[in-house]
């Protein structure tokens, strides 16, 4: 299948493209190169499009007449999106109702949606199954469940199949090291530590050690990068029109803090400075996720398993002397 990708120059986007191609599919990036990379443009060709731009979007469909459509290309900083809502729903609702615009006019009946745990927001039910109660705790959370709401809605009057994929914590890179993870400024855990290791930074904050969790700090499931983009591919294989699906990605285990700091000094065997710091506004304090949904409908389950091994993909990614990235 000839898939569009948007965010295809992204960080879940890039993998999903290398997946893809693997899989013998042909991807083209749709990207306007907000936080993507042009290095992360390897696998097919690209079309430089912003997603508000209406009409280029439907050039973009037109040009590459595509099978299928995976939407990555979002604004995903849970605290930014509180600050700027409008600016939220303007690139993640509206944005997605242009593409869905163009794949009507172009006859595209497949959809597969880069959805989020933050739909479910706070519950006492953990693992979180798909059945929990979706009620986002800030706008970004819930500019991705109404699109998931559209999705449904499209589905059942027959433009189109969909399945969202909710992941818990991406994290890791592509264990060939040809995409990894690059964000300006970076806000995620993993790759903070691993700048304060090889330092770049001079220390990491760890925002809150009083939630009612083990060992106090936040508990996440993070789950592999290239584990998800599998997850894509399986999930563009098998939607069909008129049906809508969503799936759990993540791993079912949680990881703290404090664990994800003392996973990263055994992996790079650097010491460095972990302050206490208060708690992040939003943050949920347990998130973990029942994936056995997606193992036994998608036949889904993630190949890295272990944390170290992920966070170890993630330092090798860093670490590289010449890193495409700066050279972009
Ligand atoms: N954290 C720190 N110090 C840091 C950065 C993060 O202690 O410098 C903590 C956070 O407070 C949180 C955990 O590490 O408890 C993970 O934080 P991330 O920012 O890496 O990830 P989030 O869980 O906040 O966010 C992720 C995705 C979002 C998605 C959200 C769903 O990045 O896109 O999960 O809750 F919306």
């Not at 592509?174 to 400024?185: A, R």
């Not at 055994?266 to 302050?275: E, H, I, L, Q, Y």
Request: hydrophobic fraction near 40%; charged fraction near 25%; include cysteine.
């Amino acid at each position: 299948m000839r898939v569009i990708v948007t965010g295809g120059a992204g960080y879940i986007g890039s993998h999903a493209c290398k997946a893809l191609a693997e899989a013998g599919h042909e991807p083209v990036a749709l990207d306007n190169f907000t936080t993507g990379h042009r290095w992360a443009v390897k696998w097919g060709p690209l079309a430089e499009v912003d997603l508000n731009d209406r009409r280029g979007v439907l050039a973009a469909f037109r040009e590459y007449q595509p099978d299928a459509v995976m939407h990555f290309a979002a604004l995903s900083i849970v605290g930014d999106s509180v600050n700027q809502p409008d600016l939220y729903y303007r690139t993640n609702v509206s944005g997605t109702l242009n593409l869905f615009e163009a794949m009507t006019q172009t006859g595209v009946e497949r959809f597969v949606f880069s959805s989020s745990c933050a739909t479910y927001g706070e519950t006492n039910e953990m693992p979180l199954t798909e059945a929990s109660p979706q009620m986002p705790l800030n706008p970004y959370g819930q500019s991705k469940m109404m699109v998931e709401q559209m999705l449904k809605d499209l589905s059942a009057a027959g433009d189109c199949g969909a399945t969202a994929l909710r992941y818990f914590n991406a994290a890791g890179a592509d264990p060939d090291g040809e995409t990894g993870e690059d964000h300006d400024p970076e806000t995620h855990l993993i790759p903070i530590i691993l700048q304060a290791a090889s330092g770049r930074r001079s220390h990491i904050s760890v925002f809150g050690s009083d939630y009612d969790t083990p060992d106090g700090t936040c508990v996440r499931d993070y789950v592999h990068v290239s584990d998800l983009a599998r997850a894509h591919v399986a999930a563009l294989e098998t939607t069909t029109r008129g049906e809508f699906r969503a799936f759990n990605l993540g791993t079912g285990h949680g990881h703290s803090v404090r664990e994800v700091i003392e996973s990263a000094r055994r992996v790079t065997g650097r010491s460095f400075d972990v302050r206490e710091a208060e708690r992040r506004a939003g943050d949920a304090p347990l998130l973990v996720a029942d994936a056995s949904k997606a193992k036994a409908e998608l036949g889904w389950s993630p190949q890295f398993t272990e944390l170290d091994d992920i966070v170890r993909t993630a330092w090798h990614w860093m670490e590289r002397d010449t890193k495409a990235g700066s050279a972009a």
